[in-house]
């Protein structure tokens, strides 16, 4: 006898009903009152029915802009290696347990933490013998510190 397991796929749909509060696209069933109708449906999840109010992100220089949204070979690498520019300004890094079990199935990528999470600071000064780097880059050698960031990348 073969046990054969069936997995369904059950697709709510997209969120398609907007806040009229703070604009964010919402799903019928995270409304407030579920008994009341579509057309006049009001949320707390996301602005608590407009009593939260977050300012708009303001758009980016016009020079990052375009770093992450044309399709020219500079643009491309500054995607490919956004990563490790962000690293090289980092002071500090999260720490914690990860839980990767939440990552089994076939579903968007969850960064999960268990426990406690924490921030991780070095020394400000490398170790004898070693070269500078992430927020070491900034307080070392301040005469040649774009110099040595470039290095550092490298």
């Known amino acids: ?7 369904v796929y059950f697709d709510v749909g997209d969120p398609d009903i907007k806040c009229e509060y703070c604009l964010a696209f919402m799903w019928a069933n995270e409304r407030a009152r579920k008994d009341g109708s579509l057309k006049n449906a009001k949320f707390s999840l ?3 029915k407009g009593k939260v ?10 020079f990052l802009e375009d770093l992450l949204s044309r399709k020219d070979s500079r643009s491309r690498y500054f995607v490919e ?13 999260m720490r914690g347990r990860v839980d ?13 933490l268990g426990g406690q999470n924490y921030h991780r600071i070095g020394s400000l000064l490398p170790t004898e013998g070693n070269t500078a ?3 070491q880059l900034y307080i070392v050698d301040t005469e040649n510190e774009i110099e040595n960031r470039k290095r550092a990348f490298r």
């Open 1 to 7: 006898m073969c046990n054969i397991l069936f997995t």
């Open 46 to 48: 996301c602005c608590m």
């Open 53 to 62: 109010q977050i300012p708009t992100l303001k758009n980016p220089p016009r």
């Open 81 to 93: 290696n956004i990563r490790a520019f962000n690293m090289m300004f980092a002071f500090t890094s």
């Open 100 to 112: 990767n079990t939440v990552n089994k199935g076939r579903g968007p990528y969850c960064f999960r």
């Open 133 to 135: 780097k992430f927020q």
